[in-house]
């Protein structure tokens, strides 16, 4: 993954269905292969043994290059020896020190369907993005964010959505929500959609998909995103909570 020629190695958290919302695990860790002839580890560890955040939006860490495909398949290396090769982790987990945020949890928050008939829609093409109006989800403001002809990867190619808090403005605040962006068929009733789980804060307002739809199974009228010259985006939030 993202390391052409070479394997990629991560450790990943798991079982975190029993942590209570907000959990976080910091931990330092070595990831290792073996050489099986030499009877001897080849170690790869972060930076003067960098102390690595795990959570619910970042739950792996790792290595994309991790050794060389070369390297690996070469057998007098030892590592791949009768068709079996063996990796390993080495993990300390740090207990936090730092002040606890309190978290108060709301699922299926009130109006938490957010929907935005967006009409003469080839007349905007040019804009970046579009803005829809204020909605209010429980105690808290959002607003959509579209991109018609796309941003990031998806410039040019797909329509970009992005569900932005109106309320994290200043450091303290923090809103966790669990939510789905979708572009509605209003044919057939297959909806473009996509979930996610993000904290907004000051520094990461909003967040969102490149590539929800592309291009041109917007423009394929039997696919029932534009209709009439009208495109209806959405956005539902299951799962809210605001640390303080």
């Not at 994309?64 to 090769?85: A, E, I, Q, T």
């Amino acid at each position: 993954m993202n390391g052409t020629d070479h394997i990629s190695l991560y450790l990943s958290i798991v079982d975190t269905e029993k942590y209570s919302l907000g959990w976080e695990v910091y931990a330092t860790f070595k990831l290792f292969v073996f050489d099986q002839i030499r009877d001897k580890f080849l170690t790869v560890q972060d930076a003067e043994g960098a102390i690595r955040r795990f959570h619910d939006i970042k739950m792996e860490w790792g290595f994309d290059k991790f050794l060389p495909l070369g390297s690996f398949n070469f057998l007098p290396n030892g590592y791949l020896v009768n068709d079996c090769c063996v990796f390993g982790t080495e993990v300390f987990v740090h207990e936090r020190s730092a002040k606890r945020d309190s978290l108060f949890m709301i699922k299926e928050p009130s109006n938490r369907i957010m929907t935005w008939k967006i009409e003469n829609f080839s007349t905007q093409q040019d804009k970046a993005p579009i803005s829809s109006r204020i909605y209010i989800v429980g105690d808290s403001k959002w607003k959509l964010l579209v991109y018609p002809k796309g941003i990031q990867d998806g410039a040019n190619k797909a329509i970009s959505i992005f569900l932005c808090s109106i309320d994290c403005v200043t450091p303290d605040l923090k809103i966790f929500a669990e939510f789905k962006l979708r572009i509605k068929d209003q044919i057939n009733n297959k909806h473009a959609e996509e979930k996610i789980k993000h904290w907004f804060s000051a520094s990461f307002i909003d967040r969102g998909f490149s590539q929800l739809l592309l291009r041109k199974d917007l423009e394929d009228a039997s696919k029932g995103f534009l209709v009439e010259d009208t495109v209806i985006v959405e956005a539902e939030i299951m799962v809210m909570s605001t640390a303080k």
